[in-house]
């Protein structure tokens, strides 16, 4: 049994198991109701079929020397009614015909002794008339009467009763398995649209590059009202999160290649200037010797601005690397070590050193008196604000006003840098805080740099559970970082 209805789950739809299951239950009950409806009628039409009986009896009026034939003339009966006798004229039986006429019965007709019961109802079947529903009467000394009712009537009563309601049955099981499809059907048809749209998902080629899933289930039938709607929107909702997982993890592999192609060229300069130089000084030394004498002070002087080169280069490249290692730091939450900092001082410190790096700019510092106290790294913070500072230095023309302030906004430490430079294009205004990101486009390069300072300050403000972000139009480049302030910080 296990294993059939198994194979039934198994080889059947949800939707052929619902109809049969709501159509077979509805069956049985439909035929458990014409069986009793059936019986009962058949109880009534034999409550009155007993009812006609005993009028009947009631009616006939019979003496000790009459037979049945006698008796029955003698009175008004309904046709139909059968009487048996047994008195002093001896045993006699006679009936009314359909016409109202009284017929005597025959001898084998009315030789019941065999099957007659003492007293009380009795079926019993008559040779050439059929079945009868009688009642006995009898008394010690063998006198006995038996008055009767054809069934006839009340089998064709059930009969029809019988039939009707069997046709009904079969009618309305016809009629209910068409109903019962079609709102299954319609019901079921959002979970078969869920269906088809997991199925086109599934068929997308993921594996060969696929970025994006177009397939949603149909508005219509994402009802947040219905179950199967629910399963519909929910579908939905699981698509946009992973088509949005699989757009993020397309932006995160074109950086990672877009950062591995700026890394490589990064390092690739600062290595081809050391192999070069190396190689330079290199054969000097080795043409020198093989000359035979000391090194001459020519060779000295071209091995010493190699070597120079080479440390310089060498620098560059170890700025590089530990800008890499210090936003990896960062990214594992390694790297900072927590502490009371007072954002006012690090600003005018941070000036004072941008002041002297870039003396044909104009630096302003707006700082009020009171200390405005953030919770945080005092070195990592201080590298964010002189990469601020460095960055409207070195991407601003000379007489640009620089001007750094402090305030304490809405609970908020923050920190502006602004400048009336010439600006940030839009272009590039998105991505300026990625890494290797530069706008040379718009504002004018003075100097080399790896791309990685902006990249820097905002993994470090990141760190710190602030903001940093920058608006920016012609003679207006404002870079806000704002960082949780401390209770005893004064306010705005």
């Known amino acids: 049994m296990n294993r059939l209805s198994a194979l039934f789950a198994r080889r059947w739809s949800l939707q052929a198991r619902l109809i049969v299951a709501v159509i077979s239950f509805v069956s049985v009950i439909l035929i458990a109701v014409g069986l009793a409806t059936g019986a ?3 109880t009534i039409v034999r409550d009155n079929l007993d009812t006609q009986v005993r009028t009947a009896q009631q009616n006939v009026h019979w003496s000790a020397g009459q037979s049945a034939e006698q008796i029955l003339q003698g009175g008004r009966q309904e046709p139909g009614t059968l009487l048996i006798v047994n008195n002093l004229a001896g045993l006699s039986g006679a009936y009314v015909t359909s016409d109202g006429a009284v017929s005597a019965m025959r001898d084998d007709q009315v030789d019941l002794s065999d099957r007659l019961p003492a007293q009380g109802w009795w079926t019993a079947t008559f040779r050439g008339l059929g079945e009868y529903r009688v009642l006995v009467a009898s008394d010690p000394s063998g006198v006995f009467s038996i008055v009767g009712m054809p069934t006839s009537e009340m089998t064709d009563i059930t009969a029809r009763v019988v039939t009707t309601v069997a046709l009904l049955t079969s009618g ?6 068409a109903v019962i499809s079609l709102i299954i059907r319609s019901s079921l048809a959002p979970l078969r649209s ?7 998902v599934a068929s997308v080629p993921m594996s060969e590059g696929a970025v994006t899933i177009s397939e949603r289930v149909p508005a219509e039938d994402t009802d947040d009202h219905t179950e199967i709607g629910r399963v519909g929107s929910a579908l939905n909702t699981l698509l946009d999160h992973v088509d949005s997982s699989l757009s993020a993890r397309q932006r ?7 950062f591995v192609a700026d890394a490589s060229h990064e390092l690739r300069t600062p290595l081809a200037s050391i192999r070069g130089y190396s190689e330079l000084s290199l054969r000097g030394i080795r043409q020198q010797e093989a000359a035979g004498g000391d090194v001459s002070p020519i060779v000295a002087e071209t091995t010493r601005e190699s070597l120079e080169r080479i440390q310089a280069q060498s620098l560059r ?18 790297e900072l070590v927590y502490g009371a900092v007072d954002l006012t001082r690090l600003a005018v410190e941070a000036v004072s050193d941008a002041r002297a790096a870039g003396p044909d700019h104009d630096w302003v510092l707006e700082v009020a008196h009171e200390p405005v106290v953030v919770a945080g790294d005092a070195s990592r913070l201080h590298q964010v604000a002189a990469n601020l500072l460095a960055n409207a230095r070195v991407h601003t023309p000379t007489g640009t006003t620089v001007t750094t302030s402090v305030v304490v906004d809405d609970s908020a430490a923050v920190l502006r840098v602004t400048d009336d430079g010439p600006g940030i294009d839009p272009a590039v205004a998105g991505g300026l805080f990625e890494r290797f990101a530069r706008a040379d486009s718009s504002r004018a390069r003075q100097t080399g740099g790896t791309g990685l300072g902006l990249s820097i300050a905002k993994a470090i403000v990141d760190a710190h559970g602030g903001t940093i972000t920058v608006t920016s139009v012609p003679g207006s480049t404002t870079f806000e970082v704002r960082l949780p302030a401390r209770p005893d910080s004064p306010a705005a």
């Not at 995160?252 to 877009?258: G, L, S």
């Not at 490249?317 to 939450?333: F, K, Q």
């Open 40 to 42: 009962i009628l058949g």
């Open 172 to 177: 309305g099981m016809l009629v209910l398995a």
């Open 194 to 200: 869920v269906a088809d749209t997991a199925a086109r």
């Open 252 to 258: 995160n592999e074109e950086r990672m290649r877009a």
């Open 317 to 334: 490249m170890t700025a590089l690397v530990e800008d890499l290692l210090l936003l990896a730091r960062l990214d594992e939450g390694t």
